[in-house]
């Protein structure tokens, strides 16, 4: 049995989304994940405070999560300030690109969902997505970025008012507690392996 044409158009278009870069990348002035790059840490993130909240349903989270930003393949990722000004018609491009799919439940279902906020998963996902830019913005700040700093009141906003779990504003208190580069420091051949450079 051959496979459906449009499950093949669909996984191309979601390929598409690595050469899709988030566009606040316009005011840091640096590389910025791509919206597939987003999307993995937000579907770990969204597991980790799914499991906190100790909501078991990690099949749900995870397609959520997958699905959080698809419909940017065809409106583009709109910054902060774009918002402001533009609202893209994210329902309609999701419709379009699940239709025809074997995945056409997603948008009818999951994206549906996740789009209105009610459910716990829903909450998950989305402070998910919103803790990755503090994760992001530790890590240019890492580089040398001031970006950290100065968006800390606006970020401290988001921490108070934005995110709905409170597993979520934990983690964003403790980041700062964390190095960014201890996963790899601590975890090199030199503390590891004994015999390493011997």
Request: proline share 1%.
């Amino acid at each position: 049995m051959s496979f459906n044409h449009r499950d093949i158009e669909f996984l191309y278009e979601v390929g598409s989304l690595r050469h899709l870069p988030r566009d606040w990348r316009q005011q840091v002035g640096l590389n910025v994940a791509n919206d597939l790059e987003h999307t993995i840490r937000v579907i770990w993130l969204s597991l980790l405070l799914a499991r906190r909240e100790g909501f078991k349903d990690e099949e749900k989270i995870i397609k959520m999560a997958l699905i959080h930003d698809i419909a940017e393949t065809r409106t583009g990722d709109f910054n902060y300030m774009q918002k402001v000004y533009v609202q893209a018609d994210e329902a309609k491009a999701a419709h379009h690109l699940f239709a025809g799919t074997s995945l056409v439940d997603f948008d009818t279902k999951i994206l549906s969902e996740y789009t209105k906020r009610r459910s716990l998963a829903a909450k998950i996902v989305k402070d998910a997505d919103n803790l990755d830019v503090d994760f992001e913005l530790r890590e240019m700040a890492n580089q040398g970025s001031l970006m950290l700093d100065k968006w800390r009141k606006t970020r401290q906003l988001v921490r108070d008012k934005k995110l709905y779990t409170k597993s979520a504003k934990l983690l964003w208190d403790e980041l700062d507690q964390v190095d960014v580069a201890d996963w790899h420091m601590t975890a090199n051949k030199w503390f590891k392996i004994p015999t390493a450079g011997k």
